[in-house]
């Protein structure tokens, strides 16, 4: 027996373990082919302080190659964010966010996305999903002004790839809400992530045919609307989630919560995160029939719930963006126009790049602004329409 402690974080969900899991004096924890439900199995060894080993003797070589791999990179001190970008995707192979230079290119993977949610009957869709929950999660960790300015900005443009923009701007969103403002365990942040991205995986083409759609919804539009969250669950299911938390805050993410967030279970903290950063990215995105709303307002607007109450998670998605978020359009003191690049010290002094002049005319390379200094103090927040000019936003992610 050659027993190897494994981060339970690697351990795949809803499916038949690859291999046994025992206890570090070797005890049977599950057998090999035994489903975990749901994390909070998993805390309940780590809460009794035992050590979850695989006995690689037994693991299959691909197995025993992610073991290795997981030790190698604990020996050389890699990066804790990077170890905890490797995952065991629902296939059993290996998950890790792709390396990257410079830059990531957001279009290509808003079309990535697009083709992933499109296709949720193809049997690779549990393991492309993995790998996309990574590859945002890691973006968030590695630089969540970017992020946010990068699917902020792309919203805020032609109704086209809505439901993988709006997907992975809610999802971003939620998880920095959920690890930099409510401070929520690292596995509830990441199982968050998966929620948001499928949240609406049953009308995601729906999705983009009604942002171009300018006729009234047909009756089969709105039974498919008013059933998306049940079927999306539904379908889930079918490609093998059995995580009992992630799939009940898909089912419940439209359902009116009361009270305090911290009174309700994980699936219902989830929904009620995921329902407020759903609203805000709905509301910035154009449609056919009518504009984008302006982003300031957008994610105020996020902060009261339908009662025109103050919002717990509406609150903390409002801490977290800041007034002014990455991706917005401001006016700037000085009579110029400028993008918001990353949030600041404060919720209403981000740094922010000149696009339009005092002239009104562009000003051709973007000029960084301090809003802090009373000179270009913002005085007003605008919609993308207001804005006429195109703005090259690998240019805005290139600046400092």
Known sequence: MNLVAIDIDSLPLGQPLPFAL?????????????????????????????????????????????????????????????????????????????????????????????????????????????????????????????????LIFLSGQQPHQYSATHAMLVACASMLTARQTLQWPEPQVLRLG??????????????????RQTEALTGDQLQAIQEHAHRSEALLRQCGVRDAVWLQAVRQHHQLASGPLAEQDAAGQMARLIQR????????????????????????????????????????????????????????????????????????????????GRSGMPTGEPIPRDT???????TASLAPHEVRLQVSLQRLLKLP
């Not at 995601?204 to 045919?209: C, F, I, K, R, V």
């Not at 400028?338 to 919720?347: D, F, K, T």
């Not at 802090?372 to 913002?378: L, M």
């Open 194 to 211: 998966r929620a948001a991205l499928t949240m609406n995986v049953a009308m995601s083409e729906l999705q983009d045919t009604l942002a």
């Open 22 to 150: 025992r206890s570090a004096k070797g005890t049977l924890l599950a057998p090999r082919g035994y489903t975990i439900a749901s994390r909070e199995e998993l805390d309940s060894y780590k809460g009794r302080g035992i050590d979850i080993c695989v006995d690689t003797d037994e693991a299959s070589a691909s197995h025993r190659s992610f073991m290795n791999q997981l030790q190698q990179m604990l020996r050389k001190d890699t990066p804790l964010g990077q170890i905890a970008a490797m995952k065991l995707s629902l296939s059993g192979r290996a998950v890790q966010a792709p390396r990257r230079e410079g830059p990531p290119d957001w279009r290509e993977l808003q079309q990535r996305a697009t083709q992933l949610l499109y296709t949720p009957a193809q049997p690779e869709f549990p393991e492309h999903l993995a790998r996309l929950g990574v590859e945002l999660d890691q973006l968030c960790r590695d630089n969540p002004d970017a992020a946010l300015l990068a």
């Open 372 to 378: 802090a200094q009373a000179a270009y103090k913002i």
């Open 277 to 356: 950063a759903d609203v805000f990215g709905a509301r910035i995105a154009p449609r056919a029939t009518r504009r984008a709303m302006p982003v300031t307002a957008a994610v105020q607007a996020s902060y009261y719930n339908e009662r025109r109450e103050v919002d717990d998670a509406g609150a903390a998605l409002l801490r977290t963006l800041g007034v002014y978020p990455p991706g917005a359009f401001v006016r700037l003191a000085s009579d110029e126009v400028a993008v918001v690049l990353r949030r600041g010290a404060s919720a209403t002094t981000p740094r922010v790049a000149v696009v339009i």
